[in-house]
Nanobody, 127 residues
């Protein structure tokens, strides 16, 4: 079993930055592909970013909507995954979730099929 706990959400003005954290615990979390998603009420959950490993090399993938503004990173020593969010816009307002995937994946295959989810953290961007 894997437990994920997000933190770092809050209220920020447009153009500002936030860093979300996802603390991981449980079995073999260090090799699992990890992703960040967000959801607005009444809409489907949206993929944002994924972090995977190819042998010892990290790979990342981003949705077009956040590419160049958001950065996913991972600190295995701390069992934590981060999402650095810059140049935030009001349309980034959502509940943000981190997720872990048991099966290895690559490229756009890491945008779906996640097995474990955190409880979410609210991000609100004011105009």
């Amino acid at each position: 079993q894997v437990q994920l706990v997000e933190s770092g959400g809050g209220l920020v003005q447009a153009g500002g930055s936030l860093r979300l954290s996802c603390a991981m615990s449980g079995r073999t979390t260090r090799t699992y592909p990890m992703g960040w998603f967000r959801q607005v009420p009444g809409k489907e959950r949206e993929f944002l970013a994924a972090h995977t490993w190819t042998w010892t090399r990290p790979n990342t993938d981003y949705a077009d909507s956040v590419k160049g503004r958001f950065t996913i990173s991972r600190d295995n020593a701390q069992n934590t995954v981060y999402l650095q969010m810059n140049s935030l816009k009001p349309e980034d307002t959502a509940v943000y979730y981190c997720a872990a995937k048991i099966e290895a994946c690559s490229g756009t295959g890491c945008r779906r099929g996640y097995d474990y989810w955190g409880q979410g953290t609210q991000v609100t961007v004011s105009s």
